[in-house]
């Protein structure tokens, strides 16, 4: 079985140039399904990382249709777009509508089961009902019923977080918490929200999960080294998930 590769960007980070040229090249390295991040006003569970790339765009981009379809015509793997349930409350329908026309796959909210987790059986049917498929996120902190509801209701596959945010480290081993979950899920397991290292990524694979999502190091590698050294990290990763595949 292939195991995923989920490559997450912060919409036009660093730049639009270079963030459509790694969309496009990382898909020839190996991704299998896009995550892209819309900035929100209160990034609660994103790392400093990931903030800091939203706080790099917000000053310019305005507008986030236009590129977004624009990498709709780059790219024909699925296209999940992460930002929070809270900033769209008011025209969440119109949101929807506008993803849905554009050609975006699913949405996730990693607000939604924890800030939400009386309506999230509502949220999520509003959203399916848009044409929109819905990637559940969860994570150690919450109960195993939900966690067994969620797996049997997300599309795509489920997301669990193993850390409070991104990139954050906690003293739990991460093949402890995936194959202790695994047990619980009904569908495909993505990991992310904090795998560390390379040692983290292979811990996770062993222990059952079926792809990962990795964002904050490829946002650290463009910072440090640009570009073309985030890409090579693609290619690593890919070459890492296929030794498991």
């Known amino acids: 079985m292939k195991r995923m590769l989920v490559t997450y960007m912060t ?8 963030f ?7 898909v020839e390295l190996g991704t299998d ?17 990931i ?17 977004l379809k624009e990498v709709r015509k ?20 119109n949101f ?6 554009i050609g975006i796959d699913g949405v996730l909210f990693p607000d939604l089961l924890i800030d939400f987790i009386d309506e999230y059986e509502e ?3 509003k959203i399916k ?42 003293p739990v081993s991460v093949d402890s918490l995936i194959t202790r979950v695994r047990n619980l899920v009904q569908n495909k397991l993505v990991v992310g929200f904090g795998l560390n290292d390379f040692n983290d990524l292979r811990k996770a694979l062993s222990a059952g999960a079926d792809g990962v999502a990795i964002g904050t190091a490829f946002i650290e590698e463009i910072e440090k080294n640009g570009i073309q050294s985030a890409l090579q990290l693609v290619k690593t990763i890919r070459g890492i998930l296929d030794e498991y595949s």
């Open 11 to 18: 919409l036009g980070y660093p730049n639009l140039e270079s």
């Open 20 to 26: 459509y040229q790694f969309i496009e090249k990382s």
């Open 33 to 49: 399904i896009l995550e892209i991040g819309l900035p929100p006003k209160y990034a609660k569970y994103d790392g400093p990382v």
């Open 51 to 67: 903030r800091k790339s939203y706080k790099a765009v917000t000053s310019w981009l305005k507008d986030y249709i236009t590129p």
């Open 74 to 93: 780059k790219v024909n793997i699925p296209i999940i777009i992460l930002t929070y349930l809270e900033d769209y409350l008011s025209n969440l329908d």
């Open 96 to 101: 929807l509508t506008t993803l849905h026309e």
């Open 123 to 125: 949220y999520v049917s």
């Open 129 to 170: 009902g848009k044409g929109v498929k819905t990637v559940l996120f969860t994570g150690p902190s919450l109960p195993d019923n939900l966690i067994i509801k969620a797996s049997r209701i997300s599309d795509i596959f489920l997301y669990y977080g193993v850390r409070p945010t991104t990139g954050i480290i906690i």
